[in-house]
């Protein structure tokens, strides 16, 4: 099964906002910070957030993440679109037809936590995270 979710970009207060999103919709929150991943060598981002998944018991899930330094930052440009799940041929075919007349800013490949992970924009201007998990046995 696929899912598509709404991935919310955040400057230095993922922490804080993702927290206040569980006090609304309830469910459980998973964070991981930059440091966990060795996802950033710059000292001042390793406590940011670098993925933030809430989930709750009626199958709403909210993404987000503090946007790094080195990346833009605007409010209102601040969300992407996540497709989700162990599909793999159904992902890459998502994620080569997002991409094309677009821009790939990730290739899909092999990420630090374990899955195949690709980002890129459409030639609309979305921004697109596409996650592919190892199917279950």
Not at 6 to 21: H, I, S
Not at 25 to 35: C, D, I, R, Y
Not at 109 to 120: I, L, Q
Request: with cysteine.
């Amino acid at each position: 099964m696929t899912t598509l979710n709404p991935y919310l970009g955040f400057r230095d207060n993922a922490k804080e906002a993702m927290g206040f999103y569980q006090t609304v919709f309830g469910g459980e929150l998973n964070m991981s910070t930059f440091a966990e991943y060795h996802a950033s060598e710059d000292p001042a981002e390793q406590d940011k957030i670098m993925h933030a998944m809430l989930t709750t018991e009626l199958g709403l899930v909210l993404m987000g993440a503090d946007t790094p330094n080195s990346m833009d930052y605007t409010p209102g440009n601040n969300f992407s679109v996540s497709l989700s799940g162990s599909d793999e041929p159904e992902l890459r075919g998502y994620f080569e037809k997002l991409a094309d007349g677009g821009t790939v800013a990730m290739p899909l490949e092999k990420a630090p936590w374990g899955d195949t992970f690709g980002m890129c924009k459409d030639k609309f201007g979305v921004d697109w995270l596409v996650n592919i998990a190892p199917a279950a046995t």
